[in-house]
């Protein structure tokens, strides 16, 4: 799979983002966000079947961000809302060619290029 992400860009603390992941290639059963700071490891943001049907998101952003994916084509999405300081980060989709929602990176098979979200206080 093929994955493009977009949407990062500058927002103060407060505000939304809506990030997307158009996806070609092969079909899969789950996808993924997940974002990185300089000098830390990678982290999981949030995980979606292909369905809908099962969703997992870290504690850190429940509540504030929503996974997503356009019934019309592979665009996948991450609606962030009520942004922190602490959200600054490349943020990259991910997905699974087979098994569910998952937090681990190792469990993803294919990575977006990553777009930066940067965050004012």
């Known amino acids: 799979v093929q994955l493009q992400a977009s949407g990062g860009g500058s927002v103060q603390a407060g505000g939304s983002l809506r990030l997307s992941c158009v996806a070609s290639?092969?079909?899969?059963?789950?996808y993924g966000w997940f974002r990185q700071t300089p000098g830390k490891e990678r982290e999981f943001v949030a995980s979606s079947s292909w369905r809908g049907d099962k969703k997992l998101y870290a504690d850190s952003v429940k509540g504030r961000f929503t996974i997503s994916r356009d019934n019309r084509d592979l665009t996948l999405y991450l609606q962030m809302n009520s942004l922190k300081p602490d959200d600054m980060a490349v943020y990259y989709c991910?997905?699974?060619?087979?098994?569910?929602?998952?937090?681990?990176?190792?469990?993803?098979?294919?990575w977006g290029q990553g777009t930066l979200v940067t965050v004012s206080s």
């Open positions: 290639g092969r079909t899969f059963s789950t």
């Open positions: 991910a997905v699974r060619y087979a098994g569910s929602t998952a937090s681990q990176v190792a469990l993803y098979d294919s």
